[in-house]
């Protein structure tokens, strides 16, 4: 159950995770070129990106996008097991749902949030230096020196505890949506709907309060 849980969550988002990931760091490119235009040169538009992309960017984006995909189907399949009482006949045979049902979907949220959130860096600072040297005139050398010398790695380290707790959301609130769920398959849609949106609003007031323990 566990490992079909890591590659639900993990190896089937990857595509759509690159996908997003490519096109933030593109306009993430564009972005920091306008704001550094006229204050700094842009041989620091590497440090500009790469930054914004590990401790904000990738992270959230990629939280968001499983929020969507997975945060939502955990609340489908788990919703419609309650209507239909498969949820009731585990707790009569003395079967924990929690422990049988929710506890590898959270195991797997919170270990493949992180990696799916450094293949979206990793995807997206390639994005950001692809529009750097195609359309800005940001070489490779200028573009990775700059992201070198201004890279930090609590920064990278920061991204991954949030990937850690956005997967732990995720999980968590699309499990005890799925528990509650009633009214049949109007219920079930409406479990889904619920799930995706609390989910995605946790995950930015979250990334607010980890932001503020850390400055």
Same mark, same amino acid.
């Given at each position: 159950?566990?490992?079909?849980?890591?590659?639900? $969550?993990?190896?089937? %988002?990857?595509?759509? /995770? /690159? =996908?997003? +990931?490519?096109?933030?760091?593109?306009?993430? +490119?564009?972005?920091?070129? &306008?704001?550094?235009?006229?204050?700094?040169?842009?041989?620091?538009?590497?440090?500009? @990106?790469?930054?914004? =992309?590990?401790?904000?960017?990738?992270?959230?984006?990629?939280? $968001?996008?499983?929020?969507?995909?997975?945060?939502?189907? =955990?609340?489908?399949?788990?919703? %419609?097991?309650?209507?239909?009482?498969?949820?009731?006949?585990?707790? @009569?045979?003395?079967?924990?749902?929690?422990? &049988?049902?929710?506890?590898?979907?959270?195991?797997? +949220?919170?270990?493949?949030?992180?990696?799916?959130?450094?293949?979206?860096?990793?995807?997206?600072?390639?994005?950001? &230096? *692809?529009?750097?040297?195609?359309?800005?005139?940001? #070489?490779? !050398?200028?573009?990775? !020196? %700059? *992201?070198?010398?201004?890279?930090?790695?609590? !920064?990278?380290?920061?991204?991954?505890?949030?990937?850690?707790?956005?997967?732990?959301?995720?999980?968590?609130?699309?499990?005890? $949506?799925?528990?509650? @769920?009633?009214?049949?398959?109007?219920?079930?849609?409406? #479990?889904?709907?619920?799930?995706?949106?609390?989910? #995605?609003?946790?995950?930015?007031?979250? !990334? &607010?309060?980890?932001? %503020?323990?850390?400055?």
């Amino acid at each position: 159950m566990l490992f079909f849980q890591m590659e639900h $969550i993990g190896v089937n %988002s990857l595509p759509l /995770v /690159v =996908i997003i +990931a490519v096109f933030t760091g593109a306009v993430a +490119a564009w972005q920091a070129a &306008y704001q550094l235009k006229g204050v700094a040169p842009l041989s620091f538009l590497g440090t500009a @990106t790469s930054r914004a =992309i590990i401790t904000e960017l990738g992270p959230v984006l990629t939280a $968001i996008v499983i929020a969507g995909r997975v945060g939502a189907s =955990i609340a489908a399949e788990l919703g %419609s097991m309650k209507v239909t009482e498969q949820i009731d006949a585990l707790e @009569t045979m003395g079967i924990s749902p929690i422990r &049988y049902l929710a506890m590898p979907r959270f195991i797997a +949220a919170i270990i493949m949030m992180p990696i799916l959130v450094i293949f979206a860096n990793i995807i997206a600072v390639g994005g950001a &230096y *692809v529009i750097s040297n195609y359309f800005l005139g940001v #070489s490779f !050398d200028v573009f990775f !020196d %700059s *992201v070198k010398r201004f890279f930090f790695f609590g !920064d990278f380290v920061f991204g991954l505890i949030k990937g850690v707790v956005f997967g732990g959301v995720t999980s968590l609130l699309g499990c005890h $949506i799925g528990f509650r @769920t009633e009214g049949g398959a109007e219920g079930v849609g409406l #479990s889904t709907i619920r799930s995706f949106v609390l989910t #995605s609003a946790l995950i930015l007031i979250m !990334d &607010y309060v980890l932001w %503020s323990l850390v400055f």
